[in-house]
């Protein structure tokens, strides 16, 4: 039996999922293809409007029930969700790579932080604490608590097609919220079989309809969710251009967005660095899922004293990377997603040379009937414009300094603002891009690259990165809605800030 056919995923497939099971949908027919090998894993029959409404009732009445469910029991049927990927891990993980095209090891890595995300959810629906305060009226007592908010909208990216829904999701879920998943359409077999996986714990524990998935066009589908006022909060996770819109039409409904965005994620490498892990620090970041993670390294500054050997040091690894199709053993970069991917990274370089960077190694595309490129090295200057947008392939720019705030300067000067990094072995300069002086990104790190956060901590980024936080720390937060209380128990009524109302 193949994957596939494991994770139940032969025949057309439905594109809308509610309520224990697959509706019957006719939208156009969306095909799946191995970016890879070319060839057609499997097809979905999309939903459109007319299935999205029957959901959002689905969704509204499942609500309903489960808000009342204690939060530590949700817990309880997560840690099943969490059993369930681990049981699965390893189908779910090949699909991840046929679908996405990561390497096998990533295609895993990224499972296991859904199950990550469902242990640390676990733990989050015994600890949803609010705070208590004192109040300055005597006899009184205040405090906050966290109710569950209603309908959340997810909408995710391609490249991790199982373990940001789960950020979203696993969260969600121990708040007590329902939840409609619109994933990427160039990875629906992923969310299918990730949805059937939890729904049938969902469903098992009698709570159908918790979990739903559309499948459907963003004109249609997507545009009719991010304007429902009957979900309070859309999490978006994808480019800058979809977020600004996303951001924009449920500010206009005073929704709350939580957006987690484009990155051009610098590494600064000092003169006291630890070569021997700095090195594949950045080469990980660059050239890991084929330099297509929002936390991939786009730029990177080396002090001017070490900037040669660094240099010729990344030469000559990047000459040794295996390309090839990802679920092979001893491969480290497979395919991009797909031609227009392709077509990007071709226009990415035309654009470096017209601006006057240096392709060092890399800098095209190969054969056959897969999305490959050469991971590319580009000797830049900061006068180069393209080095402050996103391309979303392995093409990572080199620029050298000698003055550690002019590096953090120039690392801060783009709009957007996930994830940096500092190899150093000097306190000060550490501690420096770690002030508030330093970096600017929500995420920044000391002596490991920008890829590959773990869980526990609140994952995102400033500015046009969208400012949202997903995943650990209080992240919880934005999935819930905050109330004050006020409790008098004394026989008066005092008034706050000694206002009288005598009557
Ligand atoms: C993304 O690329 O959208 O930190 C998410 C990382 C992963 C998540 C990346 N844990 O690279």
Redo the contacts with the bound molecule.
Sequence with gaps: MSVLSRLGLDGELSGAWSNGGAMSTNGELLESYNPATGELLGTVRMAGVEEYESIVANAQAAFKKWRMVPAPKRGEIIRQAGEALRRHKDDLGALVTMEMGKILSEGLGEVQ?SIDMADLAVGMSRQLCGQTMHSERPGHRMYEQWHPLGIVGIIT?F??PN??WAWNAMVAAIAGDTMIWKPSLKTPLTAIATHKIIDEVFTANGHPGVMNLIIGADATVGETMIHDRRLPLISA?GSTRMGRHVGTVVAQRLGRSLL?LG?NNAIIVEKDADLGIAVPGIVFGACG?SG?????TRRIYLHEDIADSVIDKLVSVYKTITIGNPLDGGILMGPLIDEDAVKMYESALETIQAQGGEILVGGERLDGPGHFVKPTLVRAHDGMDIVKHETFAPILYVFTYSDLEDAIARQNDVDQGL?SAIFTNSFRASETFLSHMGSDCG?ANVNIG??????GGA?GGEKETGGGREAGSDAWKAYMRRQTNTLNWSTDLPLAQGVRFDV
């Design positions: 932080e990216a490249n991790f373990a940001v996770t987690e990155g899922t297509q993670r929002c936390t991939s994830s995420i920008t890829s590959g956060a773990e869980i994952f």
